[in-house]
């Protein structure tokens, strides 16, 4: 439930609109709602400005399909991260309200419109190469779910330094950037010492044999020379977007 949802409720029982009975069966699940599976945290948003979301690797097609369908019933923003496509084929057979995003791997519904009025600054998302994009996506669909502007500009590593330095309109637009980058995990460096913005750095587990996993590239992120920047965990493209989301909202 969403703040402005709950004091349009409690607006709604004061003015004597809504009788109690009725106000108390909305309120039914709130703030948690136990279901076989899982224990559903319909306050998060409330509380913290990000709903409650799937995180679908490791879940059956049918526990994701569960929980989704009772957080569609209460009309939430839904979001399912790490959905591959055969569990995304089998969750939508269920719920077909659903869409699914394959290179992010997430299913969504109830993505926000967004208004001039509502309208926060963009995000953008830079990534280094076309093999950071599902990290890269995950943000991209994360933080457009949660109500920001994004914008994409990929396959701008530093191996190719013009191709970042001829968007710099792009990255002086923007109120956040996301850089998601593998290898040896320069690119935030780069981008850190040409904006004058919050920079998010996410490392990919892309990269040849010595760049253990992503950990090569984590490790250049955090030894970053440039000040300001910081850093998520490896191919988390989900918690980068959730950072620059809360960040966007002070801006």
Same mark, same amino acid.
């Given at each position: 439930?969403?703040?402005?949802? =709950? ?7 004061? #003015?004597g ?22 224990h ?26 569960q @929980? ?29 309200? =659903? ?7 997430? =299913?969504?519904? /109830? ?11 963009? @995000?953008?998302?830079i ?23 994004? #914008? ?12 970042? =330095? ?20 320069a ?14 750095a ?12 992503? @950990? ?6 955090l ?9 998520? /965990?490896?191919d ?8 620059a989301? #809360?960040?966007?909202g002070?801006?």
């Open positions: 439930m969403k703040k402005e949802d =709950l004091a349009q409720l409690l607006a709604e029982v004061a #003015a609109r809504c009788p109690v009975e009725q106000a108390m069966d909305t309120l039914r699940h709130w703030p948690g709602e136990m279901l076989g599976c899982a559903l945290d319909h306050q998060r948003r409330l509380r913290t400005g990000i709903p409650e979301v799937v995180f679908g690797e490791g879940k059956s097609a049918e526990q994701v399909a @929980i989704m369908r009772r957080m569609l019933a209460r009309q939430e923003t839904v979001l399912a991260t790490r959905v591959d496509v055969a569990k995304a084929a089998a969750v939508i057979d269920l719920v077909p309200e =659903l869409t699914y995003h394959p290179a992010a791997r997430m =299913l969504t519904a /109830n993505l926000p419109e967004l208004s001039d009025r509502d309208r926060r600054g963009t @995000i953008l998302v990534s280094a190469g076309t093999s950071d994009e599902p990290v890269a996506e995950e943000a991209v669909i994360t933080a457009t779910a949660l109500g920001n502007p994004v #914008a994409r500009l990929y396959d701008a590593g530093v191996a190719g330094i013009h191709r970042l =330095l001829g968007q710099r309109q792009a990255m002086d637009d923007a109120s956040v950037l996301i850089v998601v980058a593998g290898m040896e995990g690119l935030p460096s780069v981008v850190g010492g040409l904006v004058s913005k919050p920079v998010i996410v490392p990919t587990s892309v990269g040849y044999g010595v760049g253990l996993g992503g @950990i090569a590239a984590l490790l250049g992120m030894n970053s020379c440039a000040p300001g920047v910081t850093v998520v /965990n490896i988390n493209g989900f918690g980068a977007a959730c950072a989301h #809360a960040i966007n002070r801006v």
